[in-house]
């Protein structure tokens, strides 16, 4: 089945620090991607959709210039958190579309973000 | 996308049968429902889906209504490693850009042994 690959699974860092996650689609070719955040106890709120070769589409109140997305192949998309601050912290997490098929979207595993 | 009621928890024996509802009132014709799993601190797992068919694979079965404004997962034999939030969501089919999920609160399964 579709496999997609988030890393780092897990970072802890300090106030101010940049972070970059990494999400992968391992064995299909992945045209868009999504980024989710997740904080305790809530369900997954989608951030923003990443596009291969273009800009990526904000959510409404999510910050372009914190949350800076790339997605420049077809099979790796990165997320920077830039200058994190504590209320950063949060789980987030990817998924991608197959991009020639109507494959259901498939998950990372997330990555948990602890701003201390 | 139309929206989805479910149960915030229930409880299921090992075992048994665990027979997760959703409600879709407002189900278009051309919207689908998928049904996905979180297992604690984890990404969600793509379970199944279908439009107005019975659909049934190697995970669980989708019971779809006639009307299709309800549907029912059903996980045949419930094992301790079922336990997760169960989430129902209606989305027309997609391929290319079209595709984010929206994720209400889901259910919240516990299997028990």
């Known amino acids: 089945g579709a496999v997609v690959s988030q890393h780092p699974s897990r970072v802890i860092c300090k106030s101010g620090t940049s972070v970059k996650i990494e999400c992968r689609s391992l064995?299909?070719?992945?045209?868009?991607m999504f980024w989710y955040r997740q904080f305790p106890k809530q369900s997954l709120m989608l951030m923003a959709t990443s596009n291969e070769g273009s800009k990526a589409t904000y959510e409404q109140g999510v910050e372009k210039d914190k949350f800076l997305i790339n997605h420049a192949s077809l099979t790796l998309s990165t997320l920077t958190v830039t200058s994190a601050h504590p209320e950063d912290s949060s789980f987030y997490i990817c998924?991608?579309?197959?991009?020639?098929?109507?494959?259901?979207?498939?998950f990372g595993d997330g990555t948990r973000l602890s701003i201390l | 996308d139309a929206k989805t009621t479910q149960p915030p928890s229930m409880d299921c024996a090992e075992g048994r049968a665990a027979n997760l509802p959703c409600n879709h009132s407002t189900i278009s014709g051309n919207e689908y429902v998928y049904w996905y799993r979180q297992i604690h601190s984890q990404g969600p797992q793509y379970i199944i889906h279908?439009?107005?068919n019975n659909e049934t694979n190697e995970m669980a079965s989708l019971i779809i209504t006639e009307d299709r404004k309800s549907s029912t997962l059903i996980l045949p034999h419930a094992t301790l490693r079922d336990t997760a939030v169960y989430y129902c969501?209606?989305?027309?089919?997609?391929?290319?850009?079209?595709?984010?999920?929206?994720f209400g609160k889901g259910t919240k399964l516990s299997v028990k042994p």
């Open positions: 998924s991608a579309v197959p991009g020639m098929s109507n494959q259901p979207q498939h």
């Open positions: 969501i209606v989305r027309v089919e997609y391929g290319g850009s079209q595709g984010n999920l929206i």
């Open positions: 064995d299909f070719q992945a045209t868009t």
């Open positions: 279908g439009l107005k």
